[in-house]
């Protein structure tokens, strides 16, 4: 249920992971669900990607981690959103298992990469993040999932990234444009859409990568880069806290 799909390249390094998103780690989430209400529909596939950094800054596809989740007790199935991602949440073959399991499977995986990486958390990326950052956050309250390595509530948004240096906000027109695979046969599958996804993250990110040098080079001018980690932004918490206070008031 889970695979490994790392191309060769040059010995990450986890120095660079850790300078990179400000000690973020950035992870694609992609959910397929029964419905659009994260509170009330259940979560039938998840797949997570992790993003791997190369020793000369390239961010690069790495490991996928994907699961079929059982519909949780009394979740709601909604026909129309049934027809649209093919799945048969109650087909005896389906190789689903509890939701708290999956969770915990992912966030196990995670938290790995997280200190391998030299990082303090993971940070959700999502086509339409907001979408899956309200099904991940929905599922670890009610299965009363402990040591989520995700921040609760920031995330970074593939289709405002392809918007910007594509000029596609659609996943498939994005990827269509950046020379990139699409299989309409296989779009609603989790594991696949969280791939492309992190395709269109890396590319983006990488074509910034003349922009990062720069401010990098600011922030060192600013002395933010000798600065502990965190002392930028008083909400970040280390990994071995679990983030469970609502976001901090607006000034």
Wanted: glycine content about 6%; overall charge negative.
């Amino acid at each position: 249920m889970s695979e490994a799909e790392v191309p060769a390249a040059l010995p990450p390094s986890p120095a660079a992971m850790a300078g990179r998103f400000r000690g973020y780690l950035p992870v694609v989430i992609d959910v397929e669900s029964g419905g659009f209400h994260a509170a009330t529909d259940a979560l039938l596939e998840i797949a997570a990607v992790l993003i791997d950094i190369d020793a000369d800054g390239t961010l690069r596809r790495g490991t996928t981690h994907h699961y079929h989740v059982q519909p949780f007790e009394g979740a709601r199935l909604d026909p129309t959103s049934l027809s649209v991602t093919g799945i048969d949440p109650h087909h005896p073959l389906r190789p689903a298992i509890p939701e708290r399991d999956a969770l915990q499977r992912i966030f196990r995986e995670v938290r790995h990469a997280v200190r391998a990486g030299g990082c303090r958390r993971a940070v959700l990326v999502g086509h339409n993040a907001a979408f899956d950052l309200a099904f991940l956050n929905a599922a670890v309250a009610r299965a009363d999932v402990k040591r989520n390595p995700f921040h609760p509530f920031s995330c970074f948004d593939t289709a405002t990234l392809a918007g910007a240096a594509l000029g596609q906000t659609v996943l498939a027109k994005a990827l269509a444009v950046a020379g990139l695979e699409w299989d309409p046969a296989s779009a609603h599958n989790a594991r696949y859409d969280a791939e492309r996804c992190a395709d269109i993250f890396c590319l983006v990110c990488n074509r910034l990568r003349e922009s990062f040098e720069s401010a990098r080079e600011r922030a060192a001018a600013l002395g933010w880069l000798t600065a502990p980690a965190g002392d930028a932004a008083g909400e970040d918490a280390p990994l071995e806290e679990a983030i469970t206070a609502p976001p901090p008031p607006r000034s």
